[in-house]
């Protein structure tokens, strides 16, 4: 059986992330497997809709009908509703870069982002996904995730910076840390320059995201900073268990 119309469809909205976010016709013919001429048409009836976007260079980026839909996610409504006045609190006793995600698959989801005053190089956007193994944030989703999605991770752990940890035994340890001492870390990971520290987000018993933030060098401030994601992820853990109206999942 072919594609249908509909999975096509999806191959080109599925063609944008977070380091394409403009595209050619020619770029999403080629990114969605599809012919250049069925990429031209679909690509107008999404445009009509809304779900696309021409720039006046003549490049396509997502529209704000997706935009709008997006909205409605639980995980990014519910979730983001619940930590906002603790992330604002964290954001302003730190001013580092704080992140808020969740697992998506095989990747963390970065559902929202504080920027901070110092300057770190910071890779992550809201809606952005990037690999587990190489976050603080992803560390800690890793590190509760079940056994077969630890399984997979850990037979593609690929090299990003000279300081990303790609040996199995070794980053199985540091998850076994996670669950022991209650946070991750990373140095230099994911860009080189920037140290992140997370801990985990419970709606009771359930590990449902992680809190983590970015800082030019946690040597000085460890002990500060997990004690402030602590205190953090507490406060978003008891507002989405005590508010059932909150959909986070």
């Known amino acids: 059986m072919g594609a249908t119309v509909t999975s096509r469809a999806l191959a080109i909205l599925g063609a944008f992330d977070g380091e394409h976010r403009s595209l050619s016709l020619t770029e999403l013919a080629r990114r969605a497997g599809l012919p250049l001429a069925t990429a031209h048409r679909l690509v ?8 696309l976007a021409r720039e006046p260079n003549g490049d396509y980026v997502i529209g704000r ?64 996904r990037l690999p587990m193994h190489a976050t603080g944030v992803g560390k800690v989703l ?26 199995p035994a070794r980053l199985l340890e540091q998850l076994r840390r ?10 230099e990971e994911m860009s080189l320059g920037a140290c992140s520290v997370a801990v985990p987000v419970r709606s009771g018993d359930t590990v449902v995201a992680a809190l983590g933030m970015v800082v030019p060098d946690l040597r ?11 205190v953090a992820a507490h406060g978003i853990g008891r507002t989405l268990t005590g508010d059932p109206s909150i959909q986070w999942k």
């Open 44 to 51: 107008g009836e999404l445009q009509r809709w809304g779900a």
């Open 65 to 128: 009908r997706i935009w709008q839909l997006g909205l409605l996610a639980p995980v990014q409504s519910g979730l983001r509703q619940a930590a906002s006045p603790f992330l604002h609190d964290l954001y302003g006793t730190t001013l580092a870069t704080v992140h808020l995600a969740v697992r998506d698959g095989l990747q963390v989801l970065y559902v929202e982002r504080l920027a901070g005053h110092v300057s770190v190089p910071v890779v992550s956007r809201v809606g952005s």
């Open 142 to 167: 890793l590190a509760y995730a079940p056994e077969e999605v630890r399984m997979e991770v850990l037979q593609n752990l690929t090299r990003i910076t000279a300081y990303t940890v790609t040996q």
């Open 178 to 187: 996670v669950r022991a001492e209650g946070y991750s870390t990373t140095g």
């Open 220 to 230: 000085r401030q460890l002990p500060r900073l997990v004690s402030a994601l602590q």
